[in-house]
């Protein structure tokens, strides 16, 4: 939906982080909204920068599978290097 873009992203960010161990399902929706639709990604990229501030809050595992998440979408070209 229009103007919930941001909130579509937290709720990926956030099911991804409360897995047991990374879902590459995760990494490849996130690619795929991405893709389809540009705000979602410039959502992506805001994202981003808010989970590098608050890292110190969030557990091993979940910090492992975000890290992970934004790892998929940088290595397949979906967010730019310069987030």
């Not at 879902?23 to 981003?48: E, I, M, N």
Request: charged fraction near 20%; hydrophobic fraction near 40%; glycine fraction near 4%.
């Amino acid at each position: 939906p229009e103007g919930l873009e941001h909130e579509v992203v937290n709720m990926l960010i956030e099911c991804c982080s409360q897995e047991r161990t990374f879902v590459k399902f995760y990494g490849l929706l996130s690619q795929r909204v991405c893709t389809v639709k540009r705000p979602y990604a410039l959502a992506f990229a805001d994202a981003f920068e808010k989970q590098y501030n608050t890292v110190h809050r969030l557990e091993t595992n979940n910090l492992r599978n975000v890290a992970k998440l934004f790892g998929h979408l940088l290595y397949n070209d979906v967010l730019p290097w310069t987030v």
